[in-house]
């Protein structure tokens, strides 16, 4: 089951995070991986430990928000079979402690850059007559949550951009599904804790992990799993679906 033999994948945010997890556990199940990522040195280790364990890949450096560096890369493949919409940023802050050069840098990497990848692939899948499409949304776009007004603006955009793309090519055996995590251990996380929290990394963690009714943050091998069912052929009737994977966040909080 879940086998992606003779698939190619793109995976954008795969130098760290839950991209690189998703392409290692997608090269693992078959696939040739693309890791695209806007740090080379990063995208080329995902590439080593995949090909280290035995899988192909290959490192691509883009800025997805940068339309004319993703049509370069897309124009270099063979073939993608599987798109996974993995790069993004985030922000702390609400409406009013929002920058506008926030605001636009989110705006860029999490909206534009997510239209960027699928202007590119869409069309190569509709000429080899099929594909998937993974988006990564979050639970910012189905609830509420303190000091993420931009993130969650950007998020709420990638669930609207699932649902037109889910329905427009349909008729084109192309499948378009979205994630939603809650909190992910992830660099990200660490690099945030570091800043905001010097001395209460520890205290803080805790303190995140526990917004989760289920009492911890997500492993990106987690988040790995469930998009790896979406990509693969066990998956082929779903599509225009949004899942969170959130550990009781946005059915149980309360």
Same mark, same amino acid.
């Given at each position: ?69 993703? =049509?370069? #890369? ?7 079979? !599987?798109?996974? *919409? /993995?790069?993004?940023?985030?922000? +702390?802050? @609400? ?67 699932? =649902?037109? #793309? ?7 055996? !192309?499948?378009? *599904? /979205?994630?939603?995590?809650?909190? +992910?251990? @992830? ?68």
């Amino acid at each position: 089951m879940f086998s992606l033999q003779q698939k190619h994948a793109v995976i954008t945010g795969a130098g760290s995070g839950i991209g690189k997890a998703v392409a290692l556990l997608l090269a693992k199940q078959g696939a040739r991986v693309y890791a695209v990522d806007l740090n080379e040195g990063q995208a080329l280790e995902t590439v080593k430990e995949i090909e280290a364990a035995g899988g192909t890949a290959a490192a691509l450096v883009a800025d997805v928000s940068k339309q004319d560096q993703v =049509l370069k #890369v897309f124009g270099e493949l063979p073939k993608v079979d !599987i798109l996974v *919409n /993995s790069a993004g940023v985030s922000h +702390v802050g @609400t409406v009013e402690t929002t920058p506008e050069a926030d605001f636009d840098r989110l705006y860029s990497v999490n909206v534009k850059g997510v239209y960027n990848c699928l202007f590119a692939a869409i069309p190569l899948m509709k000429q080899q007559g099929g594909g998937v499409i993974i988006n990564m949304s979050s639970i910012a776009a189905l609830v509420g949550i303190p000091d993420r007004f931009a993130y969650s603006m950007t998020k709420g955009a990638v669930s609207a951009m699932t =649902l037109s #793309v889910a329905k427009d090519y349909i008729h084109d055996k !192309i499948r378009c *599904n /979205s994630i939603s995590p809650a909190r +992910v251990h @992830t660099p990200f996380v660490d690099g945030f804790l570091k800043k905001n929290y010097p001395g209460k990394e520890a205290e803080m963690f805790e303190k995140l992990s526990r917004t989760q009714p289920i009492g911890r943050m997500a492993k990106p091998e987690e988040i790995a799993g469930l998009i790896l069912y979406l990509c693969s052929e066990e998956a082929s009737f779903i599509t225009g679906c949004d899942y969170p994977i959130d550990g009781g966040f946005t059915r149980l909080n309360n």
